[in-house]
Structures are given as structure tokens and as C-alpha cells.
């Protein structure tokens, strides 16, 4: 049974603090080279490995990534 | 239930006035001359009939910060303490302003400054009504006199808190706090009932109910042109305070020729002085204030008008005498008379002053 | 991605036959947080929230914040808050639970509101074992005030007030509050957790969860300790502000559960207790 996640990044709301990107175990995760309108750059997908395990989220300081799953 | 005779002392009176008066909490600290009132209330056990919340706190510090967490909840919370028990309560007492909450705090003061002494004294006036702590704010400040208004005005003062969102200071002395007197109680006044706390106090945070947005009570803002708006909006409460609610009591003033202007214990004995004085021919009357904020400038210049010497009588080195000079704008002579370190000046005392620094 | 079409997207994935995993919890208001990027302090408010949300009592809650770095955390929680003083919570939350025990009260206080100034308010309110649950963030430093010492700086740290490094000899050792306060009766529940990787947050949010379950059921006081980063005050990355934090702060100030159900718990060295010493930055 193999999960198929997406995640949704409130761009705007990201401080681009990094946090989340050494602890996806997919590596999905990198900071953009575009910055937000606070001059943040923020953390997006990079591949389609997202399985959706959340823990990108879950040590998100500011709760700006949604996650969503699907089993395929 | 009918006004009952009852013989108690000063700080027994504050205790049962604030369980009749339907106190829901008291947070206190041991410090004489008032410790009676705390172990009052433990002895009546309102707990067990009115609900009544009572803890001793580690400190006056966290006693004031009790009172505060409990009051903005919406609750009649209160705190008794003296001088210097105040003195800690000072960053307590303007977050409580600051926050508009309401409360009531009672001052038996002793002589100071510093660990001072035991005895009553009235040196703490500058503190309670120019604000001893930070920033701009006023608490409304009663002076009973008689054990009988140490009582009644703790009714009063819940009354003004909460028409205000204001903290308010019953600032009595330990002379008052001490001695026993007869007193006549008040009709008891049940605690409120969670829908009377939620009319009156609406703004507390009680939990937020799905119908309305959470409440925050603070006294932090950051923005610099909002605080300014907070600020007048304070100054106009306490505007419409020096409107509406002063407290004063003039004795013998229409024919006088010198007045005595005294609070609290002093102005029992300003009153006996006042009629020695009458007895000798001399026309005296006594001006007793019995709000110290809002102070009554307007009363007292209009009766000071019509004399030719005040004498203020208070136990200190002279406080209340800067805001007498202010209400006549110095057009009357005016001096101090009083005695430090808790020493009680005698009715001769204060004769004899009235007559060598304003009548001679 | 631009802001707007967040909503459109999430229903795309939703027809698209995708379950919401995770979203930030309506218990969190839409303020943004003041907080500096990668701070625990973000964490700790979302799991506080999602707690409150999961249990169900977003409106019974009464939170009150402290004086530091989340003095705003009124503006970042919707529920009913209260501002104190400096070091004042744990004497503002007594009066508030006791006046109001329906109420679900919590504490929030960073080291130097908890473990400084507000030390007596701290201890006794453990020592009446106030049925409330108290958040300690501890990230060993002032934040709030630009990076000063606090009782939790480890010896030979840097700070704006040690800028050669804590000496003891001139501000003697680190405060172990939180082992402190499990020797005291009073206290039901104290641990110490962190929120620096999603193992880290599950547990810390367990642990909160506990703390709330513990007060619903009202067994006194329970303590959660989170060790956080200080990306501002230690003048690194977030990231790597998360490595020095596993690196220093967690040997002096080991994670896991100190007290449970009103015992030590197993495997507590009670030597750890008794603070032994030195708490140091690891060279």
C-alpha cells in the first residue's frame, strides 16, 4: 500500500526558516529562489515523491503547509 | 435580613463586608496592622457558604497578580495588605489600571518609609493618589474614617469598580484597622450567578463561547498612536470620576473662620480640636474628604472662599496639603499639622497649631 | 503559488480523491506570528492549539502568556487570554482556575519570565499543586529583549550579557527549574520535550495533551518544559540553531518524562535531580 501526498504552501506565510526541508524523508523540499512578498524565500516541492507523512508540517513553526494524501 | 449591631474591629468589618457584599475571591499576605481581615475570612469559611474563594498568596507580588487574574475573569476578587505590602503591589496596581480591571484593594497603612513602624500613620497619600506606580492612572481612592465605613464602603466600591472597569483603593490607617467600633450590617449580596457574571462583565475571559471572539485582557500596546487613544480614553474616565463620584462631609464650614481639611482617623480628631476650638469662641469647621481621587477641588474652594486660614491635618509630613493648596490656588494660608512614625497627634495638638501657625 | 488560490487548489486534491492530512488548526488564529523564522515558539502555540481543538474545549480555555518573546501570544491562540506582568502567570493562572475550575487554564512563560523573576510565583504554584498545566520554552536565553543571559544559559555560553561566555564564578550555575519543581508534591506531571523534528513534536504534543487530560481529571499541577532554539539570540540558522540545541542544550537538560502520575519516573537518576553539575556548552 503506497501513498501518493501533496502538499499546499501558504507562500506568503513561509518565513523560509527551513526547518521543514531536512526532515522530509523523501527530500521533496527546497527553499525557492523567488521570495515572497515579505522578501522570504519559501520551501515548495522539487520531485512528485511526496507520500504525505506530514512532517513537513508537523515542525512548521508557523503551520503554513497544508498536507493532503492519497492511497494508490 | 435586618441591619444587625455588631461591635468588630476595622479589619473584621473589611472581611465580612467582603462576604456579605458577594465577594467571589480574596488573594492576601500577612503583614500587621491588618492581618485580621485575612484571618477573618479563614475563620468564616466562605467557601463553605458563599462559595467564596480565599488563598494566601507567597507575596504581596503575587497576591496583586492573583487579584488581577481573577478579576478579569469577570469576578469580584479583592486584597487587603499595608504600606508595604503596597509598595509591592505597585506594578500590580497599574497593569490592573492599565487593564481596566475592576477590583478592590484595601490599605491599612503604617508608619513609614521603609520597614517603618506598625503603628497607623497616613503617609501613603501620594502613593495611592499620584500613582505609585508607573504611567498615568488614578485608582479611586475612599478614606473611611469609623469602623462603620470600613464596612459600607466596601459595598461602595465594588459598585464603582464595575462601573468603571477600575481598580479602587480603600485607603484606611491602622488606628481604624485596630480599634472596635459598633457597626450596623448591610443586606447580604449574593454572589453573581454565571449569567449576571457574564452581563456585567462581558469582556472577561471566562472561555470564549462560539458566538463571540475570544477576549484578551492586556495592558500591552505596541502601537504607539493606539496607546495614545487608550490613554485619553482613561483620562476621560477618570474626568467623568472627579465629576460625578466625589465623596466629601463638611462640619460647621457655613459660619466658619478656619477650617480644618482631614481624612480618616485625623479627621476625628480634627473634629474633637473643632470643638474646643468652638468652645473658645473660635469659628472652626472641618472639611473631611472622603474621596481622596477624585479630589473634591471645587467643593473645597468654594467653602475655602469664605475662611481665613486651612489647617490640614494629616499623619505625615504633609501630602494632601499640596492638593488643598491646589484647589484654592493658594489664596488662603494654609498649613500642615501632623505627627510621623505612628504617633496619633491629640486634638490639644492640632488646637494648638491651628492657633499658632494661622490664627496668630 | 500565490496565496489565493490555496482554497481552489485544496479542492482540486479533494475531488482529485486526496484526504486532508494536516492543516493548521482553527484554535490558531489568522494573525501571523511575530516569532523568528524556524522558532520553537511557532510550534509550541500550533500544538498547544491543536490540543485544545482536539479535546474539544476551545471554549473553556483561559490562557495566559508571559512577558518575553510570546508576550503576543494572545493574538495567536483564539481563546480567552490574559496578559501578566512579568514573571506573574503561575500566580495569574492560580486565581483564574480557582475562581473558575470549569475553566481548562494554561501558562506560557519562556525561561527568564519562569525561572528569574517569576521563580516564587513558579514554585508555589507547584507547591499548591494548582490544577493547571503550566508551558515552560526554555531556549536558555531573553529573546524577547535582544539576547540577554537567562538562569538557563549554560556555562561558557554566549549572550549579550556573557559575551565571553557564562562564567560561574560571576552568575553561578544554570537553573534546572524543571527538575526542581518534580521534587515539590505538588506537581503530578513534569516533563521536558522538544519540537525541533516531527518525533520531537509528536511526543511534545502527547506530553501536552497529557497535561490537559491531567487537569480534566484534576490531578494538580503538570509542567511541560520545551527546549527550543534561539536562531535571533544565538546568532545562527533555525537549522542549524536545531543542531546546537541537540549538540549542548539536551545533554545538560535531558528530554523525557521527569514525573509521572505523582512519582519520579523509572530511570530518573535521582543524582540528576539533586542538579548535579556543570551544565556546559559542549566544546
Not at chain 2, 457574571?197 to 484578551?216: C, E, S, V
Not at chain 3, 516533563?191 to 487537569?215: C, D, L, M, W, Y
Amino acid at each position: 500500500m503506497a501513498f501518493k501526498g501533496q502538499i499546499i504552501v501558504d507562500t506568503e506565510r513561509c518565513k523560509g526558516c527551513g526547518v521543514c526541508v531536512p526532515v522530509c524523508p523523501v527530500k521533496c523540499l527546497e527553499l525557492s529562489k523567488e521570495v515572497n512578498g515579505k522578501g522570504y524565500n519559501y520551501t515548495q516541492t522539487v520531485n512528485d515523491k511526496c507520500i504525505g507523512c506530514a512532517s513537513c508540517a508537523m515542525v512548521c513553526p508557523d503551520g503554513v503547509i497544508s498536507v493532503y494524501k492519497k492511497q494508490i | 435580613m435586618a441591619r444587625e449591631l455588631k461591635l468588630m474591629k476595622g479589619n473584621e468589618a473589611i472581611a465580612q463586608a467582603m462576604i456579605a457584599s458577594g465577594t467571589d475571591g480574596y488573594f492576601g499576605y500577612p503583614i500587621t496592622p491588618q492581618s485580621e481581615v485575612m484571618e477573618t475570612l479563614m475563620a468564616e469559611k466562605p467557601w463553605e457558604t458563599t462559595g467564596m474563594v480565599v488563598l494566601q498568596a507567597e507575596s504581596e507580588v503575587s497576591s496583586i497578580n492573583m487579584v488581577y487574574g481573577g478579576a478579569a475573569t469577570g469576578k469580584k476578587v479583592a486584597t487587603s495588605s499595608s504600606s508595604p505590602g503596597i509598595s509591592l503591589m505597585q506594578e500590580g496596581l497599574t497593569y490592573l489600571a492599565g487593564a481596566e480591571i475592576p477590583c478592590v484593594i484595601v490599605n491599612v497603612m503604617r508608619g513609614g518609609p521603609g520597614l517603618g513602624t506598625i503603628q497607623p500613620s497616613q503617609s501613603d497619600y501620594f502613593q495611592s493618589v499620584k500613582g505609585g506606580g508607573h504611567g498615568d492612572y488614578q485608582l479611586y481612592t475612599l478614606a473611611p474614617a469609623s469602623v462603620q465605613e470600613m464596612y459600607d464602603f466596601v459595598f461602595d466600591a465594588w459598585d464603582i469598580a464595575f462601573k468603571y472597569r477600575n481598580p479602587v483603593l480603600i485607603l484606611s490607617d491602622g488606628a481604624i484597622g485596630q480599634c472596635m467600633e459598633k457597626l450596623y450590617t448591610r443586606d447580604n449580596i449574593a454572589r453573581w450567578t454565571e449569567e449576571e457574571r457574564r452581563k456585567n462583565a462581558p469582556w472577561g475571559t471566562f472561555g470564549k463561547p462560539a458566538d463571540r471572539g475570544h477576549n484578551i485582557i492586556t495592558s500591552l500596546e505596541l502601537e504607539s498612536a493606539r496607546q495614545e487613544v487608550f490613554n485619553h480614553k482613561l483620562q476621560a474616565k477618570y474626568a467623568e470620576m472627579k465629576e460625578k463620584e466625589v465623596r466629601f462631609e463638611t462640619i460647621n464650614c457655613e459660619d466658619a473662620d478656619y477650617i480644618f481639611v482631614a481624612y480618616g482617623s485625623s479627621s476625628r480628631i480634627a473634629m474633637k480640636a473643632m470643638q474646643m476650638a468652638r468652645e473658645k469662641g473660635i469659628k472652626v469647621g472641618l472639611f473631611r474628604l472622603i474621596t481622596l481621587f477624585p479630589f473634591p477641588t471645587k467643593q473645597l474652594a468654594e467653602v475655602a472662599k469664605r475662611v481665613k486660614g486651612i489647617l490640614c491635618v494629616e499623619m505625615s509630613a504633609g501630602q494632601m496639603i499640596e492638593d488643598v493648596k491646589l484647589a484654592t490656588e493658594c489664596n488662603v494660608k494654609t498649613e500642615h499639622f501632623g505627627r510621623f512614625g505612628g504617633i496619633i497627634p491629640t486634638p490639644t495638638e492640632v488646637l494648638e497649631a491651628l492657633e499658632n501657625k494661622i490664627i496668630k | 503559488m500565490a496565496n489565493i488560490d490555496i482554497e481552489a487548489r485544496k479542492q482540486e486534491l479533494l475531488k482529485e480523491g486526496y484526504t486532508e492530512v494536516y492543516t493548521k488548526t482553527k484554535v490558531l488564529t489568522d494573525a501571523v506570528m511575530h516569532y523568528c523564522p524556524g522558532c520553537g515558539h511557532g510550534t509550541t502555540h500550533r500544538l498547544i492549539a491543536e490540543v485544545i481543538d482536539e479535546m474539544g474545549i476551545q471554549d473553556k480555555t483561559v490562557g495566559v502568556s508571559p512577558v518575553g518573546c510570546s508576550v503576543l501570544a494572545y493574538n495567536y491562540f483564539d481563546v480567552d487570554f490574559q496578559e501578566a506582568a512579568h514573571g506573574r502567570a503561575p500566580a495569574v493562572a492560580t486565581a483564574v482556575k480557582r475562581l473558575n475550575p470549569e475553566c481548562y487554564v494554561f501558562t506560557y512563560q519562556g525561561d527568564g519570565d519562569l525561572a528569574a523573576i517569576g521563580t516564587a510565583e513558579t514554585i508555589h504554584a507547584a507547591n499548591r499543586g494548582e490544577n493547571i498545566t503550566m508551558i515552560f520554552v526554555n531556549n536558555g536565553i531573553y529573546g524577547m529583549t535582544g539576547g540577554q543571559m537567562a538562569p538557563t544559559t549554560l556555562v561558557g555560553m554566549r549572550s549579550a550579557t556573557t559575551p565571553y561566555g557564562r562564567r560561574v564564578d560571576l552568575n553561578g550555575y544554570p537553573l534546572r527549574m524543571t527538575e526542581l519543581l518534580a521534587t515539590l508534591p505538588g506537581t503530578y506531571y513534569v516533563t521536558r520535550q522538544s519540537v525541533q523534528n516531527p518525533g520531537a513534536v509528536r511526543k511534545a504534543k502527547a506530553a501536552i495533551r497529557k497535561a490537559f487530560e491531567n487537569q480534566k481529571l484534576g490531578k494538580g499541577l503538570s509542567f511541560v518544559e520545551i527546549l527550543s532554539n534561539c536562531n535571533s539570540g544565538w546568532k545562527m540558522t533555525p537549522v542549524a540553531a536545531n543542531k546546537w540545541m541537540e549538540d549542548n542544550m539536551m545533554p545538560n537538560y535531558p528530554v523525557g518524562d521527569i514525573k509521572v502520575d505523582g512519582k519520579i519516573a523509572e530511570g530518573i537518576d535521582v543524582n540528576r535531580l539533586v542538579l548535579d553539575h556543570p551544565l556546559t556548552v559542549m566544546q
